[in-house]
């Protein structure tokens, strides 16, 4: 099985072509994150980290600290291939905090440390703040940068949920084989399954309403166990229809997602043939899923 990441365009594809993450530097992301309460069991962290995963500061964190890492928190990951600023908690129960500068180096700087009450899941943040830097512009993107700022995207989940070359998806198909069998990352691989049928659902919807005004408030479909049907499996080939029913069998419970997305505080000015964006997204949007309106771009750090 092929899987096609070209989901439709709410303004038609895009005939300017540029690069994006030239460098990590040009991919800058602040977290919007909840504030620490002053007191507390866990220590609370604002940590800048340069080309390096959200987890591995969290490794790194537990190992100052010299607990578990499932004792670290964070309300999301973060792009490896950015610059990016984000909280983390860690969980000292009747103890001081280790000495945190043994956190800084090249790729990590801790910017402030705190105490708060609770650990920091996952979507435990209010949304996220970008800079990006755009180089190599093929042709000017004034008309559709005013298009997306005026209007709203598709929300789709960005390409990187589903793995170098589509790595997560083609895994995807033998754990549709093999549903109780043995996979690494199997989380990663179920979650990639269902931001793929989430897409094609979105895009469907993009191409049969493109004469009508999106509507904000609409939700597309996140397939698990649901009492009632969720929207659009007749539409989806046979083979998609069994990762419905596999993720049925492993009791991933339904849920639902925003099909339209709206950036808030955009800004941008052009240097030549470069651009530098600003923007914010709520939580559980990609900047991609933005920036892949405005021309077809090539990811330098990704290859592709």
Request: glycine share 8%; hydrophobic share 35%.
């Amino acid at each position: 099985m092929s899987f096609d990441l070209e989901f439709n365009w709410v303004n038609g594809c895009p005939h300017s072509t540029g690069l994006i993450r030239a460098e990590s530097a040009h991919f800058k992301v602040f977290e919007q994150s909840i504030e620490p309460t002053g007191s507390g069991e866990h220590a609370y962290l604002r940590i800048c980290k340069k080309a390096t995963n959200t987890h591995w500061v969290a490794e790194k964190i537990a190992e100052v600290a010299g607990v578990d890492v499932k004792d670290v928190g964070f309300g999301g990951r973060k792009d490896r291939y950015s610059v990016s600023e984000q909280a983390f908690t860690c969980y000292l129960p009747g103890r001081s905090d280790p000495d945190w500068t043994r956190l800084d180096g090249p790729d990590v700087r801790v910017l402030q440390v705190a105490r708060t009450q609770k650990k920091l899941r996952k979507g435990d943040l209010l949304g996220n703040a970008f800079e990006i830097y755009l180089t190599q512009v093929s042709e000017r993107l004034d008309e559709r940068l005013h298009a997306v700022i005026q209007g709203s995207v598709p929300n789709y989940f960005g390409e990187q949920r589903f793995g170098r070359h589509c790595r997560n998806l083609s895994t995807a198909q033998e754990l549709v084989k093999r549903p109780h069998g043995r996979f690494h990352a199997r989380d990663m691989i179920l979650s990639a399954m269902r931001a793929y049928l989430f897409n094609r659902f979105l895009s469907n919807h993009v191409e049969n309403h493109r004469d009508i005004p999106p509507d904000l408030s609409a939700v597309g479909p996140l397939y698990g166990r649901s009492r009632d049907p969720q929207g659009g499996e007749a539409e989806l080939p046979d083979e998609l229809q069994e990762w419905v029913a596999t993720l049925r069998q492993l009791r991933l419970k339904a849920g639902s997602r925003k099909l339209w997305l709206q950036p808030l505080e955009f800004d941008w000015h052009r240097d030549d043939n470069n651009y530098n964006l600003r923007f914010a997204l709520p939580a559980g949007s990609y900047a991609t899923s933005v920036l892949r309106e405005l021309l077809r771009y090539k990811d330098e750090r990704r290859g592709g």
